[in-house]
């Protein structure tokens, strides 16, 4: 098992409504769980799926089952799907620690496409997001997904990405049980090498 | 991943909330489940029906949740164990029968859990359902963690055998759809008949005898709950300064108290039970507090119950300063969380905490300012999208600026940007045609207005059908449209009587909402949503129709069509086609039919299709003015 | 510059939109319904084609008449002509599926049958209920079931548009004055020009909502089986409506009332800026009045005459004058209208006509 940096070590994985996050958060606190720690997810469903932002708080410690919520300015880890969202969570639970994960591709809303406000400038964000953290990695986990053989896979690509970042105190061996686990009846194949590619991404 | 019905007691696993509870009705040996889907709850009776068939548990998504809390009252009566889950609003439609089931004696144990979600994430409103327990006279748990969750629900089955009275448990969004580590109990099997012994007659009736023989119970019940494990007390001994709290309130506070360094000074009374209180232990630790602030979700209802019994036993603890929502320490709407309690705390103790470094504060000010927030919208390749269109040219041509009604589902979207801000109301479930039989009857008051009220098909079957009558039997000028896509979707794609299976997947007579209406006497046309000539002529025509008159939009939600299929018919746009934003266009697909599977490339000065999020419906296609998009047939050609 | 914004508030909103429909196919901001021009939604741009080519906004009719028959304007009465006459279709069974002579359609199918056109704009008189129809005519067969008149104004000239749009070849369009003029516009700031080879114009007054015509005639002959609607010259004061059971008189002075709005604006009785413009001959039925003024009109003439298509007459004093004094108090009727309106004699609103042509026609 990794050292941990912090107990608890609170993870936020964030993005758009139906880009997996759900999915990610499931796949990682099983992987603790496998490693034998306490971990707590929080999250919501619903009325936010529908474009809207979405947010899943995962926290780790080897010593309480913590609330499901990560108080202000206090996440270590980001893992963000989409650039914006990502800037959103840092703005909220952000602090000079974090370490941040982010696949730069972006989901326009709707409020975009009607011209109602406008998207930044995506080197702008990415330069934000150095200022804001302690470090940040950049995965292009669409193309990596495509590459696997299908889009909708860019979350797994992340969960491997996250693995390989030494980030988390979760081991790789607890990692791969999980994904083997989780989609041994569900594309095992596609899924394994979403993982992979995003592991080998950070290496 | 196991399964929540694995037989191993002691495992420890990563289960949601809803999941722990169906896990604790399992263990508890429940025999009959109902629901209907409702953000947080629905997870509660998808769980069960997946292993319910393989574990002898009947589980049933029932037409609403009246019904559910009916139909599982009628199990409890022949004593089997009975379970009906549901969110926050379900309660107020069972309401009815609730108040009156509870002045029956059940005998076999009677759960009812409702999931509250506070703030409104995923619903019209917020609201507080343990004022519930209170109003009927029902004993009230709280699960404080996941693993409580599961507990409780498990030992409600033997409360309520013991009390003979239905019990509720109320859960929050923070704890249904939270996840976290639970450790598996024994999973009790006892066979259990259902019997109606003939001396029994199930009724409230008389309320004279009935109502005293509850309050009767209720004091039995607070007397179990002096001893009940899911209360305790941390802290200093005797602290001055006591929290009290339940539910999501103990772990947000003791992480507050932890984060502030408070642990040493500050006591925390934490109650799983909360209706009746278990006055004993609260004014125990009442005496010896000096500071009380009360931490709970939504309304003051701990506040107000341990405020009343202080006031009762004034002389014996005392006077004490209370906190909490009454005082706007905590604020009194809206969800709670670390950050609440924080505030409270050091408000009360005129400290100071940063949560974090305030030069780091002040830079993510100036940098980020606030990101925009994400207008909710239809997915790619919603039906929805499409038949709001429609509605919308139609009401155009029509030019009497038509009014519609809306009701809950995905479509409830249609009150902002993505339905073009066409639905004029929104409350609760079938209130939109509801509304709607009265604004079709303002004409004489001099409403010119023509009158639509829309609906989903999961609704309809809910709430809509004595609606629909009423305008007939009334004759109110209504055009009633039902959004048919085959689904229960905002809640998790949960079947439905028109969906044509049941909770465990298995083959279901079709009530189409067609024949319901004409069977009422109600003229009914279908159409494909993504017609869009012939839908929006025939919502312009029923226009110029009086009385009341229904149109069914019906195309298969996009999710559900999208997980169906292998590979996704390919969309794009022709560069040489596309005139992006001259006149003739101004970039109609993205802006205006917003589609998030359409964006704009600033580069070039074209439509581009996202193909990651688009679905392949080619509705845009058909509306794009240069038939400048293609979506190639799934054998590879045009 | 304007766009449909500007649309909305001078012409549709203000009651002056002669459903000619210039402005619809052209983006899925506008539609029509039946008569009904409806904006389904501002598309935001502020130089629409909409906006440029409707009949009522700034027309200068003086640059129009250099563009198209490359002289000054003179003829502030009845526009540019090189002739005057009455003419017939040779074929009785054209004249008889007619309203009056047949000129239109015998030239239109002889535009077809020459090759100088491959497809016909035209409108016809009733759709399965009681609207004109825009229809293409590909043929004669197809051009002899668009005779006939009603006196609803159709949208024929969104079928111009589609024709430009979704299809090739040469295009030749009968419309009503306004329509005209939209086509004009249209030709002077768009390239349909080297595409639309021929414009026959009709004569015409007025024309009736349809709402209000509709509801006028519903209890007094069956709608759905009316075949024809005729206004006989004066001193006959009435409109004879056909249907399966026969016909019925009504008072000219009730259509009058509910004639549209837009139409008392109108300046132009003779459509004088098409290539041949074609009218009835009073007291004669069975004739037209042809005017030809631009050398594509001359042409067609000349051709359907040399090949028997038509035959024409000379037109007496009488009736020239006649027609030349109708076509001016039309004008005087449109400015005194014009003017109510605007509440300033300067103010001609759509209408730009050099100083000359003003006094000339005051």
């Given at each position: 098992m990794e050292e941990t940096k912090m107990d608890p070590l609170n993870l936020i994985i964030c993005g758009v409504g139906g880009q997996g996050n759900v999915l990610a958060s499931r796949i990682i606190a099983s992987a603790g769980i496998e490693e034998g720690l306490y971990v707590t997810i929080g999250e919501t469903y619903g009325a936010s799926q529908r474009g809207g932002s979405?947010?899943?708080?995962?926290?780790?410690?080897?010593?309480?089952?913590?609330?499901?919520?990560?108080?202000?300015?206090?996440?270590?880890?980001?893992?963000?799907?989409?650039?914006?969202?990502?800037?959103?969570?840092?703005?909220?639970?952000?602090?000079?620690?974090?370490?941040?994960i982010v696949n730069p591709r972006p989901y326009y809303s709707i409020d975009v496409l009607a011209g109602r406000t406008e998207y930044p400038e995506i080197s702008e964000v990415l330069d934000m997001i150095t200022e804001l953290s302690s470090s940040l990695e950049v995965v292009e986990a669409t193309e990596l997904a495509i590459d696997a053989g299908k889009a909708v896979v860019q979350s797994v690509v992340m969960v491997g990405a996250l693995a390989s970042s030494g980030l988390v105190p979760i081991s790789e061996e607890a990692f791969r049980k999980t994904i083997v686990d989780i989609f041994s009846e569900r594309d095992p194949k596609l899924n394994q090498r979403a993982f992979d590619l995003g592991y080998k991404a950070l290496v | 991943m196991q399964s929540v019905d694995v037989d191993e007691p002691g495992k420890k696993v990563l289960l949601m909330g809803n999941e722990a509870m169906a896990r604790g009705a399992i263990e508890a040996g429940v025999n009959f489940c109902t629901a209907y889907p409702g953000t947080p709850s629905s997870e509660i009776l998808e769980t069960l029906a997946k292993v319910g068939e393989s574990n002898g548990i009947y589980t049933e998504w029932s037409t609403n949740e009246k019904v559910a809390l009916e139909a599982a009252g009628a199990a409890a009566f022949t004593g089997l164990r009975a379970m009906t889950s549901m969110k926050h609003q379900g309660v107020n439609v069972c309401s009815d029968f609730l108040a009156t089931v509870n002045l029956t004696d059940t005998r076999g144990g009677f759960v009812l859990v409702a999931c509250d979600d506070p703030g409104g994430h995923s619903s019209t409103q917020e609201e507080d359902t343990r004022n519930f327990a209170r109003s009927f006279d029902i004993p009230l748990l709280e699960p404080a963690t996941i693993q409580e969750a599961k507990d409780m629900v498990k030992w409600a089955f033997t409360l309520s055998e013991e009390l003979k009275l239905i019990c509720m448990m109320r859960s929050v969004t923070r704890i249904s759809h939270a996840r976290g580590n639970v450790e598996l109990g024994e999973i009790v099997r006892v066979e259990r008949r259902a019997s109606t012994p003939m001396v029994d007659i199930f009724t409230s009736m008389p309320p004279a005898t009935r109502h005293p023989a509850l309050h009767r119970k209720l004091e039995k019940a607070g007397k179990l709950f002096e001893k009940s494990e899911f209360n305790w007390y941390v802290g200093p001994k005797d602290a001055e300064f006591l929290i009290i709290t339940s539910g999501t309130g103990w772990v947000y506070s003791q992480e507050a108290l932890k984060l502030l360094g408070l642990q040493d000074e500050v006591g925390t009374l934490k109650l799983g039970t909360t209706w009746p209180l278990p006055e004993k232990l609260v004014s125990g630790h009442l005496k010896h507090a000096k500071d009380v602030i009360i931490i709970e979700e939504i309304d003051p209802f701990l506040e107000q119950n341990v405020k009343i019994l202080t006031a009762e036993m004034a002389f014996e603890i005392g006077p004490i300063k209370f906190y909490g929502k009454r005082s706007k320490h905590i604020k009194d709407t809206g969800e709670i969380n670390v950050d609440s309690v924080i505030k409270a705390l050091t408000k009360i103790?005129?400290?100071?905490?940063?949560?974090?470094?305030?030069?780091?504060?002040?830079?993510?000010?100036?940098?980020?300012?606030?990101?925009?927030?994400?207008?909710?919208?239809?997915?790619?390749?919603?039906?929805?999208?499409?038949?709001?269109?429609?509605?919308?040219?139609?009401?155009?041509?029509?030019g009497r600026d038509a009014y519609d009604c809306g009701d809950i589902g995905c479509y409830t979207l249609g009150i902002g940007p993505a339905g073009f801000m066409q639905l004029k109301t929104i409350h609760c479930m079938g209130s939109g045609i509801g509304l709607a039989t009265g604004f079709g009857n303002l004409e004489r008051f001099g409403f010119d207005r023509p009158v639509i009220a829309v609906a989903g098909d999961s609704t309809f079957y809910h709430a809509c059908i004595p609606a629909l009558i009423n305008a007939r039997y009334n004759s109110a000028n209504v055009l009633f449209i039902i959004l048919d896509n085959s689904a229960t979707a905002m809640t998790g794609f949960q079947p439905h009587p028109g969906t044509g299976t049941d909770s465990r997947g298995h083959e279901t007579p079709v009530m189409s909402p067609e024949r319901i209406c004409e069977g009422i006497g109600v003229k009914t046309v279908t159409c494909d949503p993504f017609d869009f000539e012939e839908t929006t002529r025939t919502i312009y025509d029923k226009l110029q129709e009086d009385g009341t008159r229904a149109v069914v939009l019906r195309r298969t939600c996009a999710i559900i069509e999208d997980r169906k299929r292998e590979r996704r018919p390919k969309v794009y746009v022709d560069q040489s086609k596309c005139i992006g934003d001259e006149c003739g266009c101004v970039r109609f697909c993205s802006r205006v039919f917003n589609c998030p599977g359409i964006v704009w490339d600033a580069e070039n000065e074209k439509a581009k299709i996202d193909e990651v999020i688009c679905t392949g419906c080619g509705a845009c296609a058909k509306l794009c003015p240069q038939d400048a998009i293609i979506v190639e047939s799934m054998e590879g050609e045009n | 510059m304007a766009g449909v914004k500007e649309l909305e508030k001078e012409v549709i909103g203000a009651g002056l939109c002669t459903s000619c429909g210039a402005c619809i196919g052209i983006c899925p901001y506008i539609n029509v319904v039946k008569d009904k021009v409806v904006v389904i939604e501002p598309c935001g741009i502020t130089d629409g084609r909409c906006y440029r080519f409707c009949p009522r906004t700034s027309s200068d009719l003086t640059i129009l008449s250099e563009s198209i028959f490359g002289s000054k304007r003179s003829n502030f009465t009845m526009g540019h002509h090189t002739s005057v006459e009455m003419a017939q279709a040779t074929d009785p069974k054209v004249r008889s599926s007619s309203q009056y002579g047949g000129v239109v359609s015998a030239l239109i199918s002889h535009a077809l049958n020459s090759g100088l056109i491959d497809e016909a704009v035209l409108t016809k008189p009733f759709d399965d209920g009681f609207m004109p129809d825009p229809c293409i005519a590909r043929d004669e067969d197809e051009v002899l079931e668009c005779t006939r008149s009603n006196?609803?104004?159709?949208?024929?000239?969104?079928?111009?548009?589609?024709?430009?749009?979704?299809?090739?070849?040469?295009i030749g369009v009968v419309g009503t004055p306004c329509q005209v003029l939209a086509i004009r516009k249209m030709q002077m700031q768009d390239l349909s020009d080297t595409r639309l080879k021929l414009v026959i114009g009709l004569f015409c007054t007025w024309a009736v909502p349809y709402n209000e015509f509709y509801d006028y005639l519903n209890d007094k002959i069956d709608l759905n089986s009316v075949n024809r609607l005729d206004i006989p010259p004066p001193p006959k004061e009435a409109l004879v409506a056909t249907d399966e059971d026969g016909k019925v008189e009504l008072p000219l002075e009730d259509i009058?009332?509910?004639?549209?709005?837009?139409?008392?604006?109108?300046?132009?009785?003779?459509?004088?800026?098409?290539?041949?413009?074609?009218?009835?001959?009073?007291?004669?039925?069975?004739?037209?009045?042809?005017?030809?003024?631009?050398?594509?009109g001359a042409e067609l003439v000349r051709s359907a005459i040399s090949e028997d298509v038509i035959r024409v007459e000379p037109l007496d004093d009488a009736r020239y004058n006649h027609l030349h004094e109708a076509s001016l108090n039309k004008k005087k009727r449109a400015i005194e209208a014009i003017v109510k309106r605007t509440k300033n004699e300067e103010d001609l609103s759509y209408l730009n006509i050099s100083k000359e042509e003003r006094d000339a026609v005051s």
């Open positions: 979405v947010m899943s708080h995962v926290r780790f410690s080897e010593v309480m089952q913590y609330g499901p919520l990560i108080p202000e300015g206090s996440a270590h880890v980001i893992l963000g799907f989409e650039p914006t969202e990502t800037l959103r969570v840092i703005s909220n639970f952000g602090n000079p620690t974090i370490d941040v | 103790k005129n400290t100071d905490y940063k949560p974090r470094d305030e030069e780091y504060a002040s830079k993510v000010k100036k940098l980020v300012g606030s990101v925009p927030a994400r207008t909710l919208g239809f997915c790619a390749g919603c039906p929805h999208r499409a038949s709001f269109w429609a509605i919308k040219t139609a009401i155009k041509w029509d | 006196y609803i104004a159709a949208p024929t000239l969104k079928n111009l548009n589609e024709a430009i749009k979704e299809r090739d070849g040469d009058r009332d509910i004639v549209k709005k837009t139409c008392r604006i109108c300046y132009d009785m003779t459509s004088e800026f098409a290539d041949i413009s074609v009218g009835m001959v009073e007291g004669m039925e069975d004739w037209n009045t042809l005017i030809v003024r631009t050398q594509k």
